[in-house]
């Protein structure tokens, strides 16, 4: 689907701002980016956004940061890496990279823009790991073209991504999970990991529980997960 047909207002263009969609390009303009200031950072993102002169330092991606919990973890527990988040809607922008900054991360920054189009984002071999966690379902049968992880786009972020790194997906819906799996099987990941109850897996141990995945817990639904890796470079 191409951007036109996907009809979301770029944040310029909103006639009456709220706090947080002005908190963009004023309180936290040097970590938060607007439509047309994220797509001036493809292929420089580690140089322009984080000044870092290492085209080798690693820098990870999650789509749908919601309310960024897992952002500011991520950001803070790893501070040897680089995170950027994507988000649609600006309270939950605002929220997550807020977040990050009052953990103490330097190393976080966050875009409004829609993930489908990640190549006017990143160019080829940008990033390194990426999080989808609990992606919007989209389960009326109706609405399943707005599905995110389709394999044509699976195939698109893997071009993205360097070699060797993974991608992690998590979902509460049953019927996405399965839908995926099927996506990802006719793409050139290779399954590294699954689950159909992570929190009864060998990796519960290791997973940090999303504001979502919480309530879905809460209601005793098993968390499916799933990691695919980027075959390392012959
Ligand atoms: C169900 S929430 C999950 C949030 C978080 N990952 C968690 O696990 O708590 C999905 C989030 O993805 C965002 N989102 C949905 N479609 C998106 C898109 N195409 N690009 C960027 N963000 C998107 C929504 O605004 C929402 O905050």
């Not at 953990?103 to 993930?115: E, F, P, S, V, W």
């Amino acid at each position: 689907m191409s951007e036109a047909r996907i009809n979301i207002t770029k944040t310029r263009d909103i006639t009456t701002p709220t706090y947080y969609v002005q908190a963009i390009q004023t309180e936290f303009k040097d970590f938060a980016y607007d439509e047309d200031r994220a797509v001036e950072l493809r292929g420089h993102w580690r140089k322009k956004s984080f000044g870092v002169d290492d085209g080798n330092w690693p820098l990870d991606l999650e789509i749908g940061t919601g309310n960024g919990f897992f952002f500011a973890h991520r950001a803070q527990a790893e501070p040897g890496r680089l995170l950027v988040g994507l988000e649609l809607k600006f309270k939950p922008l605002i929220q997550s990279i807020r977040r990050a900054l009052k953990a103490g991360a330097a190393n976080a920054r966050i875009a409004r823009y829609h993930a489908n189009f990640l190549e006017n984002l990143f160019s080829p071999g940008e990033i390194n790991h990426v999080f989808v966690h609990h992606p919007d379902p989209w389960t009326k049968r109706s609405t399943q073209k707005h599905r995110l992880l389709k394999a044509e786009y699976l195939i698109k972020l893997h071009g993205l991504q360097k070699a060797d790194c993974f991608v992690d997906f998590k979902t509460d819906s049953r019927e996405y999970f399965f839908w995926a799996l099927e996506q990802f099987k006719q793409t050139p990941y290779i399954f590294e990991r699954y689950s159909e109850n992570l929190h009864s897996s060998e990796w519960s141990g290791e997973n940090f529980t999303t504001f979502f995945e919480r309530m879905f817990l809460e209601k005793g639904q098993p968390i499916f997960y799933l990691r695919v890796r980027k075959a390392v470079a012959q």
